[in-house]
């Protein structure tokens, strides 16, 4: 089974500040990497995949980058409404999670 | 707009059963594969089964501590339902269980487009 690490587990953040969110798999997924943005009592959503392909309808602000192992979800300025958990999930072998990013307001 | 709707949750005695439906609208109900991933309390995400629309085939991860045998799903083509059947349920089964729509068909590179806002099973004496 492909490990997914996230870090870090929680991101203190201000509005309008830029935030950085890692993810390493334990051995290469090529680019078949996805994000999802879940907040409390929702579904969770589908922001990035294929690495790097944003979602329809997802904000240029959030960019998703990396390949192999090492990936990398950048939200460039930070709104209200992106505070919430985010996972990264690899689906080159069936399908692995991440245990997900909290970014919460500073 | 594609939808899906879980429902079915709720509080189960250990070795007992629950049956799990999640209610899908908006796209070809036979042209993509359904996935169920739970979130166990302290826990990531973790698939559970998937079942592949357009001949019904069914995967369960290879986990020692996978369900097969316990879970299976079933199909009513007619509402656009699936339904999870969970038998002999555990402690360790308590979770939100999520039911979501595949980017396609089981056996090419899927993620999950879609999905649904969760039901809670609490598996509990």
């Known amino acids: 089974e492909i490990v997914m690490t996230q870090s870090p587990a929680t991101l203190s953040v201000s509005p309008g500040e830029r935030a950085t969110l890692s993810c390493r798999a334990s051995?290469?997924?090529?680019?078949?990497l996805a994000w999802y943005q879940q907040k409390p009592g929702q579904a969770p959503r589908l922001l990035i995949y294929?690495?790097?392909t944003r979602a329809t309808g997802i904000p240029a602000r959030f960019s998703g980058s990396g390949s192999g192992t090492e990936f990398t979800l950048t939200i460039s300025s930070l709104q209200s409404e992106d505070f919430a958990l985010y996972y990264c999930?690899?689906?080159?072998?069936?399908?692995?999670f991440g245990q997900g990013t909290k970014v919460e307001i500073k | 707009e594609v939808q899906l709707l879980e429902s079915g949750g709720g509080v189960v005695q250990p070795g007992g059963s629950l049956r799990l439906s999640c209610a899908a609208s908006?796209?070809?109900?036979?042209?993509?594969?359904i996935i169920w991933v739970r979130r166990a309390p302290g826990k990531g995400l973790e698939w559970v089964t998937g079942?592949?629309?357009?001949?019904?085939?069914?995967?369960?991860?290879d986990s020692a501590d996978s369900v097969k045998g316990r879970f299976t799903i079933s199909r009513d083509i007619s509402r656009n339902t699936l339904y999870l059947q969970m038998n002999s349920l555990r402690a360790e089964d308590t979770a939100i269980y999520y039911c979501?729509?595949?980017?396609?068909?089981?056996?090419?590179?899927?993620?999950?487009?879609?999905w649904g806002q969760g039901t809670l099973v609490t598996v509990s004496s």
């Open positions: 051995q290469s997924v090529s680019t078949n």
């Open positions: 908006g796209f070809n109900f036979r042209s993509y594969s």
């Open positions: 979501a729509k595949a980017s396609g068909e089981i056996g090419a590179s899927i993620y999950f487009d879609y």
């Open positions: 079942f592949r629309g357009s001949d019904g085939t069914t995967y369960y991860p």
């Open positions: 999930q690899q689906y080159n072998d069936w399908w692995t």
């Open positions: 294929g690495a790097s």
